[in-house]
């Protein structure tokens, strides 16, 4: 009998029964990048990551590519443990830490940053004519920029929904 109820948390419901749910564990689930928050992480890893090697690929060390450097280099290094996390199910693991609201003031941060440091690099790269890398990666952090922001879009609907990050 202990071995059937291995993995059976019991909890009390409003009408004194217990009821049971299934323990939530770290497992590896690939299907989280088939949804729209998936897709949206992925986007976030692969933009951020393009947007970063066309501003190294320019080849200008001024202060408005070290800052996209600096913003692109840690959106992707964090987007890319939070999918991570996602895709072990760690989020579902962990309840006690607030996800969609901590996911949330993330996206709605780096959309700023990235929004901020865009408009710089473009600003920067307009009146050159061999800065091509530093054109592109502001175009990649304009797009990182409405890709953080639906995210955001999205992560605060769920938080003020009441919603969990993700379901065990």
Request: net charge neutral; glycine share 8%.
């Amino acid at each position: 009998m202990a071995e059937f109820d291995k993995g059976i948390d019991t909890y009390p419901s409003a009408g004194g029964a217990a009821t049971t749910a299934p323990a939530a564990r770290p497992r590896w689930d690939i299907s989280y990048i088939r949804t729209v928050p998936g897709l949206l992480k992925i986007a976030q890893v692969v933009i951020s990551l393009i947007g970063f090697i066309c501003c190294i690929a320019a080849g200008f060390n001024i202060a408005a590519t070290g800052f996209f450097e600096f913003v692109s280099m840690t959106a992707f290094w964090v987007s890319l443990v939070m999918l991570f996390l996602y895709l072990s199910h760690f989020i579902s693991f962990v309840r006690a830490i607030p996800w969609l609201m901590l996911e949330f003031f993330y996206c709605a941060l780096w959309t700023l940053l990235y929004l901020i440091s865009s408009i710089v690099l473009a600003s920067s790269s307009s009146n050159c004519a061999n800065c091509g890398g530093m054109k592109a990666a502001s175009f990649f952090g304009f797009v990182a920029t409405a890709a953080y922001a639906v995210d955001a879009f999205f992560k605060f609907r769920g938080w003020r929904g009441g919603d969990t990050a993700q379901e065990p």
